[in-house]
């Protein structure tokens, strides 16, 4: 072989070598990247989504907790006129005025068909009853006001609270809202976990609260404790890498679940009695 071809050939593959190893040394010396999000979301004390003004970002896990997602509550124009038709159709039922309590339900139903006990009221009237005042949403005494923001009786107005903006040493993440329920992500900026998600769910009663927790025993079975989180008692349970903390508050089920990157779900246990207690109270 050509003497100066040799060389040449020596040479370029120093050169591949050199960039290969130069590739691995950089994939090992630059940090895995984090998907987070960063931005707004606004949700209707009604239970849906109005705004998500948020975006994806890829940080280093260095740098998660300087990005998260404020979560602003309002109470929607579509939302509060139905409020205030369904709380006149109360005050009307209250007064034995059927007439007009029907008339204010259909309009509330010609919005939302699922609003409340609209539906369930006017087939009461339409059959001759007299239906039961929803007071937990009107006064009967006083012509009802307009809900100002963050002042509704919607079920999700009183979940909210539960899925907090700031918890120490996690990054707030986007929200999931229905009418009796709301679900948020939170990611950890240290420790063992690499995702906390809080649920809170309005049940029926607190009947249907025990047997939202009774089921969820039957899905974390393992390392199985009673809990104290202030002065309510919480159940701990375990599956594999997850863990979780469920307390009932009154008739809310309030659900506390850490995923852990490697290893069992129950070293997570004081990380996550500490959330519960940050956002509980105790």
């Known amino acids: 072989m050509n003497p100066r071809v040799r060389t040449f050939l020596i040479g370029a593959a120093v050169v591949v070598a050199a960039l290969v190893i130069l590739a691995v040394v950089s994939s090992r010396v630059q940090p895995e990247l984090v998907t987070v999000k960063t931005g707004e979301v606004v949700v209707c004390t009604a239970g849906e989504v109005v705004e998500d003004n948020t975006k994806e970002l890829q940080v280093p896990p260095s740098e998660v907790a300087e990005y998260s997602v404020n979560m602003r509550t309002i109470t929607c124009p579509n939302h509060q006129d139905l409020s205030k038709l369904y709380g006149e159709a109360q005050k009307a039922i209250a007064e034995g005025d059927l007439t007009t309590a029907e008339e204010k339900l259909k309009q509330v139903l010609a919005v939302n068909l699922t609003y409340k006990k609209a539906s369930e009221q006017l087939d009461q009237i339409a059959a001759g009853k007299k239906p039961k005042p929803d007071t937990d949403t009107a006064a009967t005494d006083n012509a009802p006001s307009t809900p100002k923001p963050d002042e509704s009786t919607d079920p999700v107005s009183n979940l909210t609270k539960y899925v907090p903006n700031k918890i ?86 309030v659900t506390f679940t850490m995923h852990a990157e490697k290893g069992s779900g129950a070293a997570l246990k004081g990380a996550l009695l500490k959330v519960a207690r940050a956002v509980l109270g105790g």
């Open 168 to 253: 120490s040493g996690y990054s707030a993440q986007g929200v999931i809202a229905d009418p009796a329920s709301i679900t948020r992500n939170y990611l950890p900026t240290s420790g063992k976990a690499d995702l906390l998600v809080i649920s809170a769910e309005q049940a029926v009663d607190k009947k249907a609260a025990a047997s939202i927790i009774s089921a969820l025993k039957q899905t974390y079975p393992s390392s199985a404790d009673k809990v104290s989180i202030g002065s309510k008692t919480g159940y701990f349970g375990v599956r594999e890498n997850t863990a979780v903390v469920a307390v009932a508050d009154r008739a809310i089920v």
